[in-house]
């Protein structure tokens, strides 16, 4: 009983609550009151998703007969009648050179996610195995003081998919570490405000392409020189670059905003400077700045993929543009897994500020 | 000399022809030791009056001196119960206290710190509740820590803006003798602003009424002669009691009639008829 309390109160403090309805539907403990409850928070999203899925389709498949259609028109006007109904033949056999190219069905999407996963784990074995056999030359290697050598194969999907996490962390952590001093110290001070307020307005609209244009001029010239890989560190610092502007407005309105009366208490108590900010001002504001600070995350996941396709930097961004380039039979449904997979990561990354921030602000509703 | 001195006291809001002036011609002495109370309306400048005793704004004109020296911002000597509790959410009742300890006095090590902290909370009787925070107490006790926050920096004068305003009867009148019992042990001065004639009466030397705003300014003061402590139920019988009672009442009730009749807005309503359905469809 106290286990599954627990359960319930975690995944409602994550947003995921229909995660403890599910389990009680499972151990059988859920009683007639919750059963529309249950319904509506777990029946009519699983309904959505199915019906969801019979539309992709069904238009997936007329759109494959247009396509198909057209294609043997052509052959028909360009070729004549043998080669129209070879085309045709091979079409209706199924065979990968001839397939028309269009939006994907589930089914091949799911096929290329399995064929995903299982390039994934011949990637990994394989590197494993190098991993193993270079080991004693490594050791010795490294003895000599010479650099250990790595394995420098194809990325796995899974690989990429971690390549790019790292990048959208180390550009939230940069946008952190800009925006909220930078938004505390504006938000203190109305002159400070009006210096910054145009700076500010005219960057914040700026497309993210424009922003990797911009890095990439500056970290190219102070790289100059060095033959490092400087893809990652572009990409990081712009995706920072785009996402801070949410963190830096709202950690600004939340710190000039603070309650009169909490300032009142701080005048009164005659608090210091250090003090006031630490004690009244940042506690008071820290909903508005994890509100920034989720938007933010959100954005940097949103423009990365747009980032890494033009720095070229191995992660999803790359992966969906290559598959483009690529133009193999099955790239479109990789592409649309590559969709998916961005769409649930941004989804855990949201629920995960969601529960940071429950933990460490207070309710503003209770406040005073 | 006076212990507090206000002198010809205006406060105006605003500039130019938005200027609204909420106090004009405030003057008002308290004595050391003394316990006064102001009774006014809600709305009449009653907030703005405290906040210019203890610093937080300047007046337009006119100066405010306390032990003769003219207040010049906020004050350690002068301690505030604000109304709404003022008491911040993310900390602790002991964190509350023991932030404005700490100010209070800087010298003393976090031992000694941390007993001073105690004690007060103690006094107020919420050491059980001392490592919650504000929002798992009731209101009575949120306003009894900001009682302990306020004292708990040994202010020479306590300055209680309707400390009680918000709380039901029963915890008013316990907080009343509390707040008594405190004031009765060293004899602070105390100035109580408040809306409750009756509450002024039960813990005042002395009632002002204040004359609501815009252009507030003080009434005739009311000496309550009652022997301390005071009983409230035998108060009700005492014909001294209700003669004081009945006076300020009688005085606030005839501002507010006056303030009524001095209404020189008039609403011109339009002249209407209501439409005439019935012979429409006819």
């Known amino acids: 009983m106290k286990q599954s309390l627990t359960l319930g109160k975690v995944t409602k403090f994550m947003g995921l609550g229909f995660l403890s309805t599910l389990k009680d539907l499972f151990t059988g403990k859920l009683d007639k009151e919750d059963f529309k409850t249950f319904l509506r928070k777990t029946v009519v999203p699983i309904a959505s998703i199915l019906l969801f899925i019979g539309l992709w389709h069904m238009g997936a498949k007329s759109l494959y007969n247009i396509e198909a259609n057209h294609k043997i028109e052509k052959a028909l006007t360009d070729q004549g009648q043998e080669a129209a109904d070879a085309l045709r033949a091979c079409i209706a056999s199924g065979e990968s050179g001839c397939q028309p190219n269009t939006l994907p069905s589930p089914s091949q999407v799911w096929d290329s996610y399995k064929s995903l996963l299982r390039d994934h784990n011949i990637i990994a074995a394989d590197k494993a195995a190098f991993i193993e056999k270079t080991a004693a030359l490594n050791e010795t290697r490294i003895a000599q003081g010479l650099d250990p ?38 938000g203190l001070s109305p002159t400070l405000k009006s210096a910054f307020n145009w700076f500010i307005q005219i960057f914040k609209p700026v497309s993210p392409v424009v922003w990797y244009l911009l890095v990439f001029m500056i970290v190219k010239t102070l790289l100059i ?48 400077n250090f003090q006031k900010i630490f004690k009244v001002v940042l506690p008071s504001s820290l909903p508005l700045i994890f509100t920034g600070l989720k938007i933010t995350l959100s954005v940097a996941w949103m423009v990365l993929i747009a980032i890494e396709l033009l720095a070229q930097s191995p992660g999803l961004g790359l992966f969906v543009w290559e598959e483009f380039q690529n133009g193999a039979n099955d790239s479109n449904a990789k ?23 429950n933990w460490v602000s207070f309710d503003k509703t209770d406040a005073i | 000399m006076a212990y507090l001195e206000l002198n010809n006291i205006y406060k105006t809001y605003g500039q130019g022809d938005s200027a609204t002036e909420v106090l004009s011609n405030i003057n008002l002495t308290i004595e050391e030791g003394e316990f006064v109370a102001i009774v006014g309306f809600t709305g009449s400048g009653k907030t703005t009056l405290v906040n210019l005793i203890n610093g937080l704004i300047e007046p337009t004109k006119g100066e405010v001196l306390f032990k003769g020296a003219p207040v010049q911002g906020t004050s350690h000597e002068r301690g505030v119960i604000f ?63 900001a009682v302990a926050r306020a004292l708990a920096m040994k202010p020479e004068m306590i300055i209680m803006d309707e400390p009680l305003g918000a709380l039901d009867a029963l915890t008013r009148g316990n907080l009343q003798d509390e707040i008594l019992n405190i004031w009765g042990k060293d004899k602070r001065t105390a100035l109580l602003i408040t809306n409750d004639v009756d509450e002024g009466i039960y813990m005042a030397d002395r009632i002002i009424p204040l004359r609501p705003g815009p252009n507030a300014t003080l009434g005739p003061e009311f000496k309550i002669d009652l022997e301390r402590p005071r009983d409230k139920t035998e108060m009700n019988d005492n014909a001294n009691f209700k003669e004081t009672r009945n006076a300020i009442i009688e005085y606030l009730m005839d501002i507010g009639d006056e ?24």
Not at chain 2, 262 to 282: A, G, I, M, R, W
């Open chain 1, 225 to 272: 020189g060095s033959n490092e890989d400087s893809s990652f560190t572009i990409s990081f610092i712009s995706v920072g670059l785009c996402s801070m502007w949410a963190t830096l407005v709202n950690t600004a309105m939340g710190v000039s905003s603070v309650d009169k009366d909490y300032i009142n208490v701080a005048k009164v108590l005659k608090l210091g």
């Open chain 2, 83 to 145: 109304q709404n509790y003022s008491l911040l959410p993310w900390l602790t009742v002991g964190q509350n206290v023991f932030m404005a300890v700490k100010e209070a006095f800087p010298k003393k090590s976090k031992t000694e710190l941390n007993d001073i902290v105690a004690e007060y909370v103690e006094m107020v009787s919420l050491t059980p509740a001392i490592n919650k925070r504000p929002k798992e107490l009731s209101g009575g006790m949120r306003q009894r820590v």
């Open chain 2, 259 to 282: 303030r009524k009749s001095k209404s020189t807005v008039e609403y011109v309503l339009p002249e209407l008829s209501p439409k005439d359905f019935v012979n429409q469809f006819k």
């Open chain 1, 149 to 186: 050598i790595t394995y420098t194969g194809r990325p796995s999907f899974v690989d990429q998919i971690f390549r790019s996490l790292k990048t959208v962390f180390a550009g939230f952590l940069l946008a952190l570490f800009i925006a909220v001093p930078v938004g505390i110290f504006i």
């Open chain 1, 335 to 357: 592409i649309i897994v590559a969709m998916f997979v961005i769409g649930i990561i941004g989804f855990l990354l949201d629920r995960l500020m969601l529960t940071i921030q």
